[in-house]
């Protein structure tokens, strides 16, 4: 379930659309590995509804990169970081980056000064993006140089394995197949099939939240309030973007979100309340 300091999040908004704003988040998380499309639908409903809340706003940026939307994955992330003060998506940013194929632009983000507040995790993560937008200019050799440079500490052998995955993927670009296969050969076959997975997968836990058995229309101060609050937090992206990046999830204006996500919001209330029955008595 949601911690307290996220529920605490959501109660700035008014209780009756706290609690859809949830729900949604609820099946943006769901949704996502399965259905990233109907994942955004449900997170562009909740944004609208609670746009001024930083995990909303987290939500609709990690749906909108699972869709490859990254002009809009961008804006919503740099919201989260002015609403939170948190450089933590920075990896996923320079990914958008390289998704709107500017990897100088990705580059520069990890030699900002806020690349040095990541976590290791957030470090490493942020290495491997850049070494794939050295890839993307061609610079494959400074690619495995960039990702060679990088130590681990000794306890962390998930991150050991994520960084030995990165350099194989380089190794074998390079045509330096044997230098690969030596890699691969430290490691589990769990562990090999591990360093297959995609960068940034989501943690679910963060997007649950409880549930209600009633549903009741958003709040219109809340929503007024969204709007302002969404309109002001994003008013300097958007001098900052390049003009193809506002093409970026164009074609999804017209696809009508809110009666789908709130017909699979109504349908999954009754499976999500049988999966954790002691959950949804917290608070």
């Known amino acids: 379930m949601l911690d307290r300091e996220a529920r605490a999040r959501l109660r700035t908004l008014s209780k009756d659309n706290a609690e859809l704003v949830g729900l949604h988040l609820i099946m943006t998380g769901k949704l996502l590995d399965t259905d990233p499309e109907l994942a955004y639908k449900h997170a562009q409903e909740a944004l609208r509804r609670g746009g001024r809340v930083d995990i909303v706003r987290e939500a609709a940026g990690l749906a909108a990169y699972y869709t490859e939307r990254y002009a809009e994955a961008l804006r919503e992330f740099r919201t989260v970081r002015r609403l939170n003060g948190s450089s933590e998506h920075l ?18 983000l990890a030699q900002s000064e806020e690349a040095a507040t990541l976590s290791i995790d957030g470090q490493l993560e942020l290495a491997i993006v850049v070494a794939g937008a050295r890839v993307d200019l061609g610079q494959n050799d400074a690619a495995l140089a960039h990702l060679e440079s990088i130590e681990v500490p000794a306890k962390r052998r998930d991150l050991a394995v994520r960084l030995i995955g990165a350099r194989v993927a380089i190794l074998e670009l390079l045509g330096r197949s044997e230098e690969a296969e030596e890699l691969l050969s430290h490691l589990s076959p769990a562990e090999i099939e591990s360093i297959e ?8 836990d963060v997007l649950v939240y409880d549930l209600v058995d009633d549903f009741v229309d958003a709040d219109p101060e809340d929503i007024d309030d969204t709007e302002e609050d969404a309109e002001a937090a994003e008013a300097d992206d958007a001098e900052d973007d390049e003009p193809e990046a506002n093409q970026d999830g164009a074609d999804s204006a017209d696809e009508g979100p809110e009666a789908s996500a709130e017909e699979s919001v109504h349908e999954a209330v009754e499976d999500v309340e049988d999966s954790e029955p002691e959950n949804s008595q917290e608070d």
Not at 197 to 204: A, F, H, R, T
């Open 91 to 108: 990896p996923l940013m320079a990914d958008c980056e390289r998704g709107l194929e500017r990897p100088e632009k990705a580059i520069a």
């Open 197 to 204: 997975e995609p960068l940034g997968e989501v943690d679910e």
